[in-house]
């Protein structure tokens, strides 16, 4: 059995939580629900209704971790170009659902950032469930897989993440997809920084009422805060042999 490592504390973390976009994902309730949960556990966090705040080089230099809530929005390049270069340099990013995985769809290094992207949620609202495939990780370890209504996120992903949760279409909605598996939980890195994503959290409030997907997001986010702490992970898991 591997050993694994602790996941580093939230007390004093400095944690920027931007939200925005797309309504319907309810942004700013998510982001104030989460940050309430993350300054309970010590975290120094601050709040922005806008992206705009990626350009400012100072104070994204003085961040340990970017929490984002944004979907289909747009990126200015400069804000992109700010985001990516404070990860590059160690700062930790988190997100779920379309808030990190549908946030901007023609920012294409974003993408290449968050290591997936949303496409299609076949059914809308559906009985589906997660799997934790590799219980051997911090993010996942004692935590059983669980069923869930919502969207089931169908997305492109990155072949080379460390993918920790998956789900398997019925294709009760797309019948050539049926039995098709899909990265739910993944992290990464993206220069020095470490890169946490969850594609469940459709509804905010899913996270109260199933403890697994709390303790997922949570323990995803302690995760990704510790870039600038903790030594680096090896975290390629080609699906594809070299
Ligand atoms: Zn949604």
């Known amino acids: 059995m591997p050993v694994i490592k602790a996941l580093p504390s939230l007390k004093e973390k400095k944690i920027l939580m931007t939200h925005g976009g797309w309504a319907g994902h309810k942004p700013k309730e998510y982001t104030e629900k989460v940050a309430q949960l993350l300054r309970e556990q010590g975290a ?3 709040l922005s209704p806008s992206v705009a705040v990626y350009s400012d080089s100072f104070f994204m230099a003085g961040l340990d971790l970017v929490i984002q809530s944004v979907t289909m929005d747009k990126i200015s390049k400069e804000e992109e170009e700010g985001l990516l270069t404070a990860i590059k340099n160690g700062m930790g990013f988190a997100g779920c659902h379309g808030g990190a995985g549908d946030s901007f769809r023609a920012a294409t290094e974003y993408q290449y ?12 609202q559906v009985d589906h ?18 069923d869930i209504h919502s969207e089931q996120y169908y997305m492109h992903v990155d072949p080379n993440v460390k993918v920790l949760a998956t789900t398997t279409f019925s294709g009760e909605h797309n019948k050539w997809i049926e039995g098709a598996t899909m990265p739910v939980v993944w992290k990464k890195f993206f220069g020095e920084g470490r890169v946490f994503y969850f594609s469940v959290g459709h509804n905010v409030e899913l996270f ?6 709390k303790d997922l997001l949570i323990r995803g986010i302690k995760w990704a805060s510790g870039s600038k702490y903790e030594e680096k992970e090896e975290w390629l898991s080609p699906v594809y042999p070299n």
């Open 44 to 46: 120094v966090v601050t």
């Open 113 to 124: 950032m968050v290591g997936g992207q949303f496409t299609s949620h076949p059914g809308g």
């Open 129 to 146: 469930s997660v799997q934790i495939t590799n219980p051997n990780d911090a993010i996942t370890k004692g935590i059983a897989s669980f």
């Open 208 to 213: 109260d009422e199933i403890p697994q997907a």
